[in-house]
């Protein structure tokens, strides 16, 4: 499970705006923030499967995936967290990617996926969930968005209480440089939780309410659960793209920024 707020094609200053934190059992193997081998992708990496929640690449490409709250699952389905490293990896616009990605989508446990292109200023979210009357791929509107693990803008608490924040802290700093390190403790450490009535009641009541604040901290019979990455991303009009994560490392928090730039012209 995950939780996102971003900005597309808005913000005077960045193009591109994103906070995510990343949920997962403290005892799945993770590599922090670096860039992969080759020097073209740069993200966290799952240990386990290989993939990633979130990465970017030099060339202006980015992708992040949260996984969709349901009760059954493919037993042996592919990993979702390859899914933003293909994209990477390829050479395909977002829209094209993701028609490919919508055939064998049926393969996949529920996920939902957002593709970045900087430079054409091109995004979409693809799920393999859709709403009865929706698609699986919708190209995003510029603006202010929260991805959790229901559609994309879903109304969830949650996904309504980091919307609201957001743009608390955006209306404080105005058309200024950010603080993401700061931003991060006033948006993503929200241990806030809502009343059992008021959530969506796919799980039972007492992992519902544990998993209804942002920031998630919690114990179950498979061991401890949470967020154990906290990423803020950002690209300035000039292509200078700047990627801060805070992760646990054996119960100790670290941090880590990579800055680099991209060309914001089009070959």
Known sequence: ????????ETHPL???????????????????LIWWEGGEILGGRDAQAGGT?????????????????????I??????????VDFLQSKKKPIEFAEEVVK????YNGFNLILVEVRSKSMVYLTNRPEKTGNFVTQVSPGIHVLSNANLDSPWLKAQRLDHNFKEVLARYGKDELPLKEMVGQLMMDT????LSLLPHIYSPETEYDLSAIYIDTTSPQGRYGTRNQ????????????FYERYLDKDRWKENTVTYQIEMTTK
């Open 1 to 8: 499970m995950c939780i996102a707020v971003f900005m597309w």
């Open 14 to 32: 960045y193009p591109f705006i994103l906070f995510l934190n990343r949920d997962e059992y403290h005892k799945r193997p993770t590599e922090p």
């Open 53 to 73: 929640w979130l990465a970017s690449s030099r060339d202006g490409r980015l992708a992040f995936i949260t996984n969709f709250r349901e009760l059954q699952s």
């Open 75 to 84: 037993p042996q389905a592919k990993s979702r967290g390859n899914l933003p």
């Open 104 to 107: 064998e989508a049926d393969q």
């Open 192 to 195: 806030t939780k809502d009343d």
């Open 231 to 242: 990423s803020a991303l950002t690209v300035k009009s000039n292509g200078e793209v700047c």
